[in-house]
């Protein structure tokens, strides 16, 4: 298989790692929704597991957003023909690493030296740059956030 019929292949995985992040995160959000509406100040007991359970959903949910983050950069990166290229060395990521983490946006060594130096890939979500909605081509809607 040529490098342009893998990069063919992994969008359709981008695509579907895409779609089931979306249907993940409306269902979190809409348990947590449930969650706090049934969240009860008369009853400190069930507060605590609650208060809990809705901690260990949140991080859930933030993790998903971030893994839906990364994939929308690498299908972005494939819109502008940049898929694939090393953000760090702009050398070609190797095609069993993106088959393995199909939105990897470093080669190996330099992820290992972004790890070590603590840095942030380009692709990560900045929660206190992030805006109230996210417009999309297909205009889905996902409790009051564009998506």
Not at 60 to 89: D, N, P
Request: hydrophobic letters at 30%.
């Amino acid at each position: 298989m040529s490098r342009k019929e893998a990069m063919a292949s992994m969008r359709q995985v981008l695509i579907r790692r895409r779609d089931a992040l979306r249907k993940a995160l409306a269902g979190d959000l809409s348990f947590l929704k449930e969650l706090r509406g049934q969240t009860s100040d008369d009853d400190d007991d069930k507060k605590e597991p609650e208060s809990a359970q809705d901690e260990i959903c949140a991080s859930l949910t933030e993790e998903e957003a971030r893994q839906l983050s990364r994939v929308e950069h690498a299908l972005e990166q494939m819109r502008k023909g940049q898929y694939g290229i090393c953000e760090g060395c702009g050398i070609n990521i190797p095609l069993a690493r993106l088959s393995a983490l199909p939105y990897a946006t470093y080669c190996i060594k330099c992820q290992r030296e972004a790890e070590r130096q603590g840095t942030k890939p380009a692709s990560d979500i900045d929660w206190s740059q992030l805006p109230d909605s996210h417009n999309d081509d297909d205009g889905s809607e996902i409790d009051g956030f564009d998506l």
